[in-house]
């Protein structure tokens, strides 16, 4: 179901209505594993040099599972972080602040992020993608405006177990990359992650957009990959990427992060014109 983002286009004050629609919630333990390997690796280095170590896990669902697991895990990039989950549904919050302890807080709200402080990552996984593509662009500034220096939004799209999964990373200023991330063995090519790209793409796959064109390209290069299956799916996938970064496409990590299934390319090369 599709909803209408209501009055995303001005910030609102505290005090006023959360922006935004109660969503359906659902979520499964470990599903965000693959984005916050992500967040705590090669994107770490913005939480230690965060003055305020402020994380959102923004519209966490029914459950404050996933919230939890990123709290542990970036605990152990920094010891001090504060990690907030916020939801727009009352009954989710009351039942999450069982789990609250040092550093783990839930709260209601929405899109206008209800915290003190400016946080250095926001998390809004299979969230945008239940509004209208209209309304992103309007979302993405806001939650945008409330970022630390330096800080990310993510917004991302996973399936039910965390098998595909993609997300774009926005700066205070501009979207910075759109990452993939899949589980081998759960496709025959990589293109089929395209039923989980974010809301801003999922209806750009089309002849004659840039993420279409970037698709067809990783089937090309998988395709072309085909004699290194005999290797392994890990050696195949760090092959199509090669090929990739050999032919221009402007990929932002190397083999370490290949070989885990991933790929990231700057967000200039696949955004809608």
Request: with cysteine; net charge positive.
């Amino acid at each position: 179901m599709v909803q209408k983002a209501e009055r995303v286009g001005s910030p609102r004050s505290r005090g006023g209505k959360p922006v935004g629609n109660i969503t359906r919630g659902t979520t499964n333990p470990n599903r965000m594993r693959r984005l916050d390997r992500w967040l705590a690796g090669p994107q770490a280095w913005r939480l230690r040099a965060a003055v305020d170590p402020l994380v959102v896990d923004l519209g966490y669902g029914a459950s404050p599972t996933t919230a939890v697991e990123l709290f542990e895990r970036l605990r152990a990039v920094r010891a001090d972080v504060r990690v907030c989950g916020i939801e727009i549904e009352p009954d989710r919050v009351r039942s999450a602040r069982a789990l609250e302890r040092p550093g783990l807080s839930f709260h209601l709200g929405g899109f206008e992020l209800p915290v003190a402080g400016s946080p250095v990552l926001v998390r809004a996984f299979n969230v945008l993608r239940q509004y209208e593509e209209a309304d992103v662009q309007g979302i993405w500034s806001l939650v945008q405006s409330r970022l630390a220096p330096g800080g990310l939004f993510i917004d991302g799209t996973s399936d039910e177990i965390g098998r595909r999964v993609t997300w774009v990373a926005l700066g205070p200023e501009r979207p910075l990359s759109l990452s993939f991330s899949v589980r081998f063995g759960s496709f025959e090519l990589p293109s089929e992650v395209a039923e989980r790209l974010p809301k801003a793409l999922i209806h750009r796959n089309v002849p004659g957009e840039p993420i279409h064109a970037f698709l067809q390209a990783m089937d090309k290069a998988w395709l072309d990959a085909a004699p290194l299956a005999s290797f392994g799916n890990r050696q195949r996938w760090t092959g199509m990427c090669r090929s990739l970064h050999d032919a221009g496409w402007p990929l932002q990590d190397g083999p370490a992060r290949w070989r885990l299934g991933e790929l990231t390319v700057a967000w200039e090369a696949v955004a809608p014109r």
